[in-house]
C-alpha cells in the first residue's frame, strides 16, 4: 500500500466516523411543573413532602413510553431534568402551596422538614406515558400529623389526556395529574386540621 492511497483510506474512515457523530439527536430534558390554582385563604401549617417512590421501570433519566401492551421503550434523547421522585416531591410541594395558602410546605430530606406539623408520604404504583393518548398516575398516599399521631390515607388514579403527540404534551398531561393528586393531598390536610380542632 503506497504512502497516499493509506492517507486516502484514512481520510475516508475519518469522514464516515464524521458524519455519524454528527447525525446524533442532541437530548431533550423536561421538568414537571405546578398547575394548582392560588387558594382563596392562607393557612400556617406547615407540610413536609416526601419520600416520594416510583416503579423502578421509570425510576431513570430517560422518559420511559409505552410501546405495547407488555411493552416500554426507553428513550435515550427525551429525559427528566431531574430524578422523577424528586421532581414529583417538588411539585406536589409546590401545588400544596398554592392549593393551601401555605408558604410552609417543604420537601422532606434528611435534616428539612423533620419538624413540619404534617407528612406526606407518596408511594406511586403507575406513571404510564402513552406518547399521543395519554399520562395515568395512579398513586397511594399518606397524611400524618407530627406530633399528634392521626393520619389519613387514600389512593388517586388518574388518566390525563396528551393534547399533542409530543413529548412536551406528554409531561404537561403528567403535570395535570400530579395537580389531581394534589388537590387529594389537600383535601386530606384540611380534614386533618378539622379533626385536630
Same mark, same amino acid.
Given at each position: 500500500m503506497t504512502p497516499r492511497l493509506a492517507c486516502v483510506i484514512a481520510l475516508g474512515a475519518l469522514a464516515v466516523l464524521g458524519a455519524g457523530c454528527g447525525s446524533t439527536a442532541p437530548a431533550r430534558f423536561y421538568t414537571l411543573t405546578s398547575t394548582a390554582p392560588p387558594a382563596a385563604m392562607a393557612s400556617d401549617v406547615s407540610i413536609a413532602v416526601g419520600p416520594v417512590s416510583v416503579p423502578g421501570a421509570v425510576d431513570r433519566p430517560q422518559i420511559v413510553v409505552s410501546a405495547g401492551a407488555n411493552r416500554v421503550a426507553v428513550d435515550e434523547f427525551n429525559r427528566w431534568a431531574a430524578p422523577l421522585g424528586t421532581d414529583i416531591a417538588r411539585v406536589v410541594a409546590a401545588n400544596l402551596t398554592a392549593l #393551601? !395558602?401555605?408558604? /410552609? %410546605? &417543604? *420537601?422532606?430530606? *434528611?435534616? #428539612? +422538614?423533620? =419538624?413540619? =406539623?404534617l407528612r406526606v408520604a407518596i408511594d406511586v404504583q403507575r406513571f404510564e406515558s402513552t406518547l399521543g393518548e395519554a399520562a395515568l398516575l395512579d398513586a397511594v398516599w399518606t397524611v400524618r400529623r407530627a406530633k399528634s +399521631? +392521626?393520619? *389519613? &390515607?387514600? @389512593?388517586? &388514579? %388518574? /388518566?390525563?389526556?396528551?393534547? *399533542?403527540? !409530543?413529548y412536551d404534551a406528554l409531561v404537561a398531561a403528567h403535570s395535570r395529574a400530579l395537580a389531581r393528586l394534589s388537590q387529594d393531598i389537600a =383535601?386530606? %390536610? @384540611?380534614? #386533618? !386540621? /378539622?379533626?385536630?380542632r
Open positions: #393551601l !395558602g401555605a408558604p /410552609r %410546605v &417543604t *420537601q422532606f430530606s *434528611q435534616g #428539612l +422538614g423533620a =419538624d413540619a =406539623d +399521631g +392521626g393520619s *389519613q &390515607t387514600g @389512593r388517586t &388514579t %388518574v /388518566r390525563e389526556p396528551a393534547a *399533542q403527540s !409530543g =383535601d386530606a %390536610v @384540611r380534614a #386533618l !386540621g /378539622r379533626a385536630a
